[in-house]
């Protein structure tokens, strides 16, 4: 066949997750969370528009600052994200492309049809020239698609694949995915396959590219050919895991598999779920839609959109009284709510990874939750309060239950465990072992005698609660059991079970006794999730993947309804102990109530997508807040009440940066959408739109004087505009990268731009470059407030800069991760700086010696301030707290809870009186600093 070429692959298999804001690593204290899978149903094969999206997403451009003709870049390589660890992503590809570590950028695409990603720097993490491998990193602050390593072994001859990567060359301009076929799956270490479309090849550049199955899967690394027209040559992705780092081990996620032909399945995991201190009093509480006071901070609002889940829900329980639903969501939170009025109770936080299952004791006092961090928590109901956390588990905990009798706990993980503790000291009573991979599901006997646990290994098992001695072992052919239930006389298992292959999404009847198929109830044409069955035994109830709750006769198995209202997944249903109601939980972001009798949908309580906000800021007359967040939008309040003044919309994607004039009288906005937009602060109107940049515009500043505009954009320029007419005054070009920062000195006569290349200091009247200052490249820069000190921020470092010389006077490099924010001083002397190492650094300005470290949060530092009078430092964390702390000594003087997820930024007023912090529990809160 012509022109038709065999490619050697690296044997690889992942599943294409989305990774949202976040991917909490708790480095210290709780093992690595595991991400959150976006394909709904990954073992279905997909259409290849569909794929070629899906590669388009987690495959990204190497490029070298050598190779630039013009303003563009002539692409080296592509490389597959793997992981992701706070910021930074981590990236797998092929070693022969790099000739040093320098001088390498990664390109990103954006998620959105037409708008362009990132150019960012590369950090070699490993290279593995014996195979041909290297894992190099990036920072980015941007949600991109993410790939989960699995197993390869599926891969059979024949099977078709997928190669997509970044040719480069000057005929394959864009993406090219090219259909493959395997022709040999097991050559030694070696992968064979070949383009099956006539006239399709691999061209320069996609060394390092992805390989995907039928199922949108990613099944292996290109990494070339020997010769032109012969095999290619690469590593099983087993020799890469016998080598792999413990930085990167630590950030891979394993995924679903999906073979189109019948082999063994091993090393597979399933799908993942996904201390008060005194405080100030806290005055005002500021959400998206409206606004509430508050003089406790314990208070909850009514059902509301702020109150509910930022994430998928997972798991539902009732209590046994039926007025109480317990959720679990992928946001790390348990919510309780009120079943008859939807209002929420408490909002139990603790958990640092999603919540895959809740029950309730049967006193209806304790809730018992299991998540992906490994841990189990034990709640008061009542007051919200944590009792205790119960560690052992060597993964994540898919299912908890709780004996009849309320002092028995059992978990089960995808460490193939099944654990045994008791309920009123926490302590481990025994574990069981014998399944031989996750085990997803359960339950225990209403005798209390024994367990029922559910497992990947297609096996249900029976086992001795007392002895811990495994009674029977029903076996599934080829299928995943989702979910088992034990019937209320404790005769009959219930089991939900998936495999797309052997085309099982079906519901099976067990004796308990004899361990013998009773029934099986067809219907669903996906897996089941979740099962539950009546008080009554009447009713066996199903939740799916093909997002419907279908309804059972338990004696003749019989189909009696299918509700359908969800758009995606059901992962939970609970029938409630009256037998009158279903509650279901779905990752459509929905908790929906149903009446069990005639199907008919009673509620749903519908989840807002995350939009949190970014920034504050607080005028000079202490009088008004702005704030910006990811929904497009700046809100205006008033910090006295807490009232919504004005919400100014107009931009059309994310508001990066936003300044206030000094004389309190305007907003300038900088957008994705690639605009600044000038508003009038007092009435919110938009006053002008100033165009003119290619790009994302990154950063916005306004001079001292209020009449001039600076702004900094992906398009590496930098553009002055006059404020009053928004006429373009100059365009300053120089950066080879995007300017994801401007400031302007406090005479008003110097422009200090920072970019990935390197910081630039421009004369802001002739537009003249005064200086360039290389070796860092910046995220963001500041002038202290006496205008001698640049002081700027990379990803793991601080540099101070003399801004006459353009020396390099100090470089603060102390922290172990991420610099996400720092502050000056007002009398010059200090930098504060905060950390993804969970803490905050002091330095001295004239020395650059490092002062004090401030530790104390329990996740990553994202905001920091430092007062008027120079006396406090405020920091933000996404622990969900704001630590007050003395700047004379370093000492915490107190900590702000209230918040219920990340605080993203913090303020501090004018006068030293209010600090003010933003966080993505989409709330604004104003605390008296007195």
């Known amino acids: 066949m012509k022109n038709i070429i065999k490619l050697t692959i690296i ?176 050559a030694g270490n070696n992968l064979n396959y070949q383009p099956t479309v006539p006239g399709e090849d691999v061209s320069e550049g996609m060394s390092g590219g992805a390989v995907l199955n039928e199922a949108g899967q990613l099944v292996g690394i290109h990494v070339g050919l020997v010769e032109e027209g012969g095999d ?38 399933p799908k993942n779920y996904g201390n008060a201190t005194s405080f100030p009093t806290k005055k005002a509480v500021l959400t998206r839609h409206s606004i509430s006071t508050a003089t406790n901070i314990s208070e909850v609002s009514t059902f509301n959109k702020t109150s509910l889940h930022t994430d998928n829900v997972w798991s539902v329980a009732i209590s046994p009284d039926g007025q109480t639903i317990v959720t679990g969501s992928g946001d790390n939170t348990i919510k309780v709510w009120d079943m008859v009025t939807g209002n929420l109770k408490a909002t139990l936080i603790g958990h640092h990874s999603g919540v895959g299952s809740v029950a309730i004791s049967p006193d209806g006092k304790t809730i018992v939750s299991g998540s992906s961090d490994w841990t189990i928590k034990v709640w008061d109901l009542a007051t919200g309060n944590l009792k205790a956390t119960l560690t052992g588990h060597g993964s994540g905990v898919f299912s908890v239950a709780i004996s009849p009798d309320g002092q028995t706990i ?50 249900i098992k029976v086992w001795d609660m007392v002895t811990g001695n495994l009674k029977t072992t029903l076996t599934h ?132 997508n995350k939009k949190w906000v970014e920034s504050i800021a607080i005028t000079p007359d202490r009088q008004t807040i702005v704030s910006g967040s990811s929904d497009n939008t700046i809100k205006v309040w008033d910090m006295a009440t807490g009232n919504l003044k004005a919400t100014l919309s107009g931009h059309s994607d994310d508001v990066n940066s936003f300044a206030i004039s000094p004389d309190g009288q305007t907003i300038v906005s900088g957008s994705d959408d690639k605009t600044i937009k000038v508003w009038d602060l007092a009435t919110g109107n938009l006053k002008a739109s100033l165009i003119g940049h290619h790009y994302n515009v990154k950063s916005v500043a306004i001079t001292p004087d209020g ?145 004090a470290t401030l530790t104390g949060h329990g996740d990553d530092v994202k905001s920091v301030a430092i007062s008027p009078d120079g006396q406090v430092i405020v920091s933000g964390s996404w622990d969900n707290t704001i630590k007050v702390w003395d700047l004379a000594t370093g000492k915490l003087k107190s900590t702000l809870t209230g918040h219920t997820s990340d605080v993203m930024s913090v303020a501090i007023s004018p006068d030293g009186q209010n600090i003010v912090s933003g966080s993505s529990d989409n709330t604004i809160r104003v605390w008296s600093s007195r």
């Not at 690469?234 to 080598?243: E, Q």
């Not at 413990?246 to 995924?255: D, H």
């Not at 099944?418 to 005798?447: E, F, N, Q, Y």
């Not at 601080?798 to 924010?821: E, F, P, Q, R």
């Open 11 to 186: 044997l690889t298999t992942f599943t294409l997750v989305s990774c949202g804001k976040k991917a909490v690593q708790n480095q210290q204290l709780s093992p690595p969370e595991q991400s959150t899978l976006t394909a709904t149903k990954s073992g279905t094969p997909k259409n290849i528009i569909a794929l070629n999206r899906l590669a388009e997403q987690i495959v990204v451009e190497i490029v070298s600052e050598n190779f630039l003709i013009g303003d563009k870049y002539i692409t080296e390589a592509s490389g597959v994200i793997i992981g992701k660890k706070n910021s930074t992503y981590y990236v797998l590809t092929a070693n022969h492309i790099f000739d040093s570590d320098d001088g390498l950028f990664v390109v990103t695409r954006s998620e959105k049809p037409g708008k362009r990603g990132e150019e960012l720097p590369l950090k070699f993490i490993k290279r593995y020239p014996n195979e041909d491998l290297a894992v190099v990193a990036f920072a980015s602050l941007t949600d991109y698609e993410v790939a989960v390593v699995g197993e390869a072994s599926l891969l059979d001859d024949e099977d078709g694949v997928y190669v997509g990567g970044w040719p480069g060359a000057d005929d394959r301009e864009g993406f090219q995915f090219t259909p493959a076929q395997v022709t040999n799956p097991r």
């Open 707 to 851: 009449q001039t505009i600076v702004s900094g954009s992906d398009d590496k320029t930098i553009k002055v505009w006059d404020l009053a007419t928004g006429n373009l005054k100059a365009i300053l070009t120089g950066h080879r990268y995007s300017v994801m920062s401007v400031a302007i000195s406090p005479d008003g006569q110097t422009i200090v731009s920072g970019s990935w290349d390197n910081i630039k200091v421009w004369d802001l009247a002739t537009g003249k470059i005064k200086s360039t200052l290389s070796g860092h490249g910046s995220r963001s820069v500041v002038i202290s407030p006496d205008g001698k000190t640049i002081v700027s921020r990379s990803l793991y470092e601080i540099k101070m800069w003399d801004m006459a010389t353009g020396n390099l006077k100090a470089t603060l490099s102390d922290h172990n991760d991420d610099v996400n924010s720092f502050a000056i001083s007002p009398d010059g002397q200090t930098i504060v700086s905060g950390s993804d190492d969970w803490s905050l650094k002091m330095w001295d300005i004239a020395t650059g010696n490092l002062k």
């Open 477 to 608: 052919l080829g299928s995943y059991v989702y979910s088992v239930a034990i019937s209320p006389d404790g005769q009959t298992i219930v089991s939900g079970n998936s495999d797309s292959e052997y085309d099982d999404s079906t519901i099976k009847v067990w004796d308990m006794a004899t361990g013998e198929l009773k029934a099986t109830l067809s219907g669903h044409s996906s897996g089941v999730g979740s099962v539950a069955i009546s008080s009554d035994e009447q009713t066996i109830v199903s939740g799916s993947y093909d997002s419907t709750i279908k309804v059972w006769d338990m004696a003749t198995g019989n189909l009696k309804a299918t509700l359908s209202g969800h758009s995606d997944d059901v992962y939970s249903v609970a029938i409630s102990p009256d037998g009158q109601a279903i509650v279901s939980g779905s990752i459509d972001n929905t908790i929906k109530v149903w009446d069990l009798a005639t199907g008919n949908l009673k509620a749903t309580f519908t989840i807002v």
């Open 232 to 269: 290619g040559d690469g590593v099983l992705i087993s020799t890469f895991l016998r080598m792999v780092s413990e930085e990167v081990e630590e950030v891979l996620v394993r995924g679903t598999p999906f073979a189109s032909k019948s082999q063994e399945r091993e090393n597979e995991i």
């Open 410 to 459: 059992v978990s089960s993980s995808r460490d193939e465990t099944i654990k045994v503790w008791d309920l009123a000291t926490g302590s481990l009573k025994t574990t069981l072992t014998g399944h031989r991979w996750s085990v997803m599901s359960v339950a225990i006997s209403p005798d209390g005698q024994t367990i029922v646990s559910g497992g990947w290994d297609g096996t």
